[in-house]
């Protein structure tokens, strides 16, 4: 049976619900609130780039002192290398807080992800201790 006053079927670009927009505008999600417009998914579906995924651990350097690694998951044509990394640390230091700059980046060609797409960062910290041979810091 169709419902022509219920609009159209809309997914949340935030929360993923899915739910009629009964031809309200903007549309609004039931579940989260978030209010789009369908212009403003149409234009971010054209022009989405996809960004490269990173996430940033606390580690221990070479003196035992903690700084932040970044996890950087190359996106294709990205290449890892030292250009790469320093527009990364260049980008970091405009707008982060110099604590939370990476001081080490590692290229990987994916994170490590749960089935629900979260990124696992026991498993980055895990990585970062096999690799140094010295406990994680969390
Ligand atoms: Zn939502």
Same mark, same amino acid.
């Given at each position: 049976?169709?419902?022509?006053?219920?609009?159209?079927?809309?997914?949340?670009?935030?929360?993923?619900?899915r739910f009629y927009d009964l031809q309200k505008r903007p549309i609004e999600c039931p579940k989260c609130a978030f209010s789009f417009e369908p212009e403003m998914l149409l234009k971010q579906r054209r022009t989405r780039v996809p960004?490269?995924?990173?996430?940033?651990?606390?580690? &221990?350097?070479?003196?035992? @002192? /903690?700084?932040?690694?970044?996890?950087?998951? *190359? $996106?294709?044509?990205?290449?890892?290398?030292?250009?790469?990394?320093?527009?990364?640390k260049e980008h970091a230091a405009k707008s982060l807080p110099r604590f939370k700059r990476p001081q080490r980046i590692h290229f990987m060609e &994916?994170?490590?992800?749960? @089935? /629900?797409?979260?990124?696992q960062r026991?498993? *980055? $910290?895990q990585m970062s201790m096999e690799n140094r041979g010295q406990a994680p810091i969390s």
């Open positions: 049976m169709i419902k022509p006053d219920l609009g159209t079927k809309r997914v949340c670009p935030s929360c993923a619900a960004e490269p995924v990173k996430a940033v651990v606390a580690e &221990a350097d070479d003196k035992g @002192a /903690t700084i932040a690694a970044a996890y950087i998951a *190359l $996106r294709p044509g990205n290449k890892a290398g030292d250009a790469l990394a320093n527009e990364i &994916a994170l490590p992800r749960t @089935a /629900t797409g979260k990124v026991f498993k *980055l $910290r």
